[in-house]
């Protein structure tokens, strides 16, 4: 098989395959437990989290470990709005091109009386700081934008939007589940409140992501129950997916340079195999793009055909969303773009990272052309 | 062969490429497994037809048919047997077509049967299709039939299960002859017993799924609720009427046409102390006739959209067994030819609620001739036998 999805999710790495298995050969460990076992476990999660601080440049405090990005998404707009006044309506800007767990927990809020404004984007695929700055009303609490988009690649102007918010001293919260490892995070330099991350997207396992606070942001917890990450999210530590996190995290920071040369090197390999095919149509944006993933609408074809024979050829890659039946719906993002159901049905997203060769671009690349030529 | 063997044995290119139709259910996961055995290269498609928003109504159980249950059962399986498994959206395509004839049938007081359609237009059709994009040879099904090859024409005909209890073939009588020609039933051989038995051995995640109900997408049974709730704007200019007997004194008021099917006994609201049963639906006066269980019976029926497996020269002037509801008895009867394509199908004895919409299906034995949709029942007997030596001296 030629993976081609690093966007849905990345191999973990030999050297995160290690650690973990000498985790799970250290004993029982629960970090809260008083005995010295518990003490070895709370050692290793402080680890983590410092390791994690010095890497993001964060605070240790700033750090909340979460079973993922989507967890993190919907503690920072839920956890939020329940910290304020429950007796006004409170005023939301989001974009309509954020990932499903940020959609969504929008759409929750709303259904409780609250009011959401969903940015469009521009036929770029970015969100503009302008567009943002005319959203924003007296009773505004919150901006949630994304940095790198999920579907198509492109990296939205979050500087300038994080700027801009704190400018206006609204609460900044980023998804930046897709950036980390391809853009540069200095926390405490960043003017964003809120971040989530996730290590299924770094090469660690997947069900352990954190949310990035700073500690003035008011928050409530969604799962109540526990004293753990300072009582905002209950629940004994995932210390095995903690511990995973803080290598693959580790290993990234070691290979950073070489990562992002290296999947610049592959987008532009792709790119020129591919948008001279006058069936082909690039979506992604050349300008603003984190160049690991590229996504491109196929002229005149099934897109639920073409998917699966290229994955009967052993090819993974992915067309936008799928839903929960596996059944493929028009992403939300294209048609956010101005794509047409039909259009984005027949688009795919290819993405790559660390382990991907130029190689199995090319035979990508070959058999996509025999399909659709 | 009546037991799958645990191994899977390798694929043999000269047997061909199959996408098999699977439902979650016991019958499509065993025939995939029989593929899968009988060196098939296979690929497991789930079509999602609707969903729980389509339906509505208070649905406590999960229904039997593309819940998301059955669809990572279907996956399940697949997996079992090591062959890919893909979820295709054929919602909008059902909704037009299998959907809006359901809501136009009642909406002209007669009783459709969605199956019928949905096997014509969406499985034998638009899944066909998939069939071909992808470069496959064969469809295939988890239905109860076989089907057979003429010798001497060389057409292909549906022809009934062995299991007679579980027999389908009442419901392909739509299947283009292409199609037929690509058609793959591996359960036609087998009856249920065998099928759960073989699924139970080779622990197939399927083996004990309840049968499956008659309409998927009402898994309530109840579809005047289905209609009110979900086609309102449809249903609701539908005016009410009168239950008149045969001697046309009116009963009592009926709540729109759409609400009743021939043969019904309850919910009529009439109390006369006697079982009373619909025996017709005049959609012209808007009357809705009613009398005794004898009153529903009638001998002759047009049947119209025909579909025929054989020459016309097979039924016309033949006399024929004719099924006219699924799961019933196949009854002799004469066959004629009408104008328009339309054929008149008159019983040897007289038959209990002939309705309109559903299907009638001319068998010779086993095999299916063809099958098309009762128009009308013909009420005046008389005028018929007056007519009949004009008809046989036309045939």
Not at chain 1, 73 to 91: C, E, R, V, W, Y
Not at chain 1, 110 to 119: A, K, N, Q, R
Not at chain 1, 151 to 180: M, R, T, W
Not at chain 2, 10 to 15: D, H, L, P, Q, T
């Amino acid at each position: 098989m030629i993976y081609l999805d690093y966007a849905a999710t990345t191999p973990i790495t030999p050297l995160v395959k290690e650690g973990i298995y000498l985790f799970l050969n250290s004993g029982p460990a629960n970090a809260s437990s008083v005995h010295q076992a518990g003490q070895a476990a709370h050692h290793i999660l402080s680890k983590a989290r410092s390791q994690l601080a010095s890497i993001i440049h964060s605070k240790e405090k700033e750090i909340i470990f979460t079973s993922g990005g989507t967890e993190a998404n919907n503690l920072a707009i839920l956890g939020f709005a329940q910290s304020q006044s429950h007796d006004k309506t409170q005023h939301f800007i989001t974009s309509k091109i954020e990932h499903a767990s940020v959609l969504s927990a929008f759409e929750y809020l709303e259904s409780l009386g609250h009011e959401v404004t969903y940015l469009s984007p521009q036929s770029s695929g970015c969100i503009t700081p302008d567009s943002v700055a005319k959203a924003i009303q007296k009773n505004t609490a919150l901006v949630s934008i994304m940095w790198t988009n999920n579907e198509i690649g492109n990296n939205n102007p979050i500087h300038e939007i994080a700027q801009l918010c704190s400018d206006k001293n609204i609460i900044f919260h980023c998804d930046a589940v897709q950036a980390l490892g391809y853009e540069d995070f200095q926390f405490d330099h960043l003017n964003i409140d809120m971040l989530s991350i996730s290590s299924h997207k770094i090469y660690g396992p997947s069900g352990i992501g954190a949310l990035i606070v700073k500690t003035r942001v008011p928050l409530k917890p969604l799962i109540f129950g526990g004293h753990q990450n300072w009582n905002l999210r209950g629940g004994t530590e995932n210390l095995l997916g903690i511990h995973g996190f803080q290598i693959a995290l580790t290993e990234l920071e070691s290979h950073r340079l070489e990562d992002k040369e290296h999947s610049e090197r592959l987008f532009i390999h792709a790119l020129g195999l591919l948008k001279n095919n006058p069936k082909i149509c690039i979506n992604t944006n050349l300008e603003n793009r984190s160049n690991h993933i590229l996504n491109f609408t196929i002229k005149n074809i099934d897109g639920e055909s073409l998917f699966m024979r290229l994955d009967m050829l052993g090819f993974a890659v992915s067309n936008g969303a799928a839903c929960s039946s596996g059944a493929q719906k028009p992403s939300h993002v294209l048609k956010a773009l101005g794509k047409s159901d039909e259009e984005a049905q027949s688009s795919i997203r290819m993405s790559w990272g660390r382990f991907s060769t130029i190689d199995e671009i090319n035979s990508f690349a070959k058999a996509l052309q025999n399909i659709i030529d | 062969m009546t037991e799958i063997e645990s191994n899977i044995t390798s694929v043999n290119i000269e047997k061909g490429s199959v996408i098999i139709a699977m439902s979650g259910g016991v019958d499509s996961s065993v025939a995939a497994a029989l593929l899968v055995n009988q060196g098939y290269k296979v690929m497991g498609i789930t079509m999602k037809l609707w969903g729980y928003v389509d339906t509505g109504g208070n649905i406590v159980e999960e229904s039997r048919c593309c819940s998301l249950d059955d669809i990572y059962n279907a996956k399940d399986v697949c997996a079992q047997l090591g062959i890919p498994h893909y979820t295709l959206d054929f919602s909008e395509k059902f909704r037009d077509t299998v959907i809006t004839n359901f809501v136009d049938e009642y909406k002209h007081g007669r009783t459709p049967n969605p199956c019928i359609v949905c096997n014509t237009k969406i499985k034998w059709e638009s899944l066909l299709d998939k069939v071909d994009e992808l470069g496959f040879d064969y469809i295939a099904t988890g239905h109860y039939a076989n089907k057979v090859r003429d010798s001497e024409s060389g057409q292909w005909m549906i022809s009934k299960g062995k299991d007679s209890s579980k027999d389908q073939s009442y419901a392909l009588w739509g299947v283009g002859q292409e199609a037929l020609s690509r058609t793959l039933f591996p359960l036609g051989t087998l009856t249920k017993k065998e099928v759960r038995q073989m699924a139970a051995k080779s622990n197939l995640k399927s083996a004990d799924t309840p049968e499956s109900q008659e309409i998927c997408f009402v898994p309530d049974d109840n579809y005047r609720r289905f209609l009110n709730e979900k086609y309102p704007d449809e249903v609701k200019d539908i005016p009410k009427g009168n239950f008149v007997d045969g001697s046309g004194k009116i009963m009592g008021q009926h709540e729109g046409i759409h609400q009743y099917t021939i043969g019904q006994r309850k919910g009529l609201g009439i109390a006369t102390g006697e079982r009373i049963f619909v025996n017709r639906i005049d959609v012209e006066t808007n009357n809705i006739y009613v009398g005794s269980k004898e009153e529903t019976l009638f001998s002759s029926f047009i049947v119209h959209k025909i579909n025929l497996f054989t020459s016309l020269a097979n039924l016309i002037g033949q006399k024929r067994d004719v099924m006219i509801r699924y799961n019933s008895d196949a009854k002799p009867a004469r066959i004629f030819e009408r104008e328009n394509s339309e054929l008149l199908v008159i019983f040897d004895s007289p038959q209990s609620a002939i309705t309109p919409g559903q299907s009638a299906v001319f068998f010779q034995g086993d095999n299916v001739l063809g099958g098309g949709n009762i128009k009308s029942v013909i009420l005046d007997e008389f005028a018929i036998k007056k007519d009949e030596g004009n008809i046989y001296a036309k045939s």
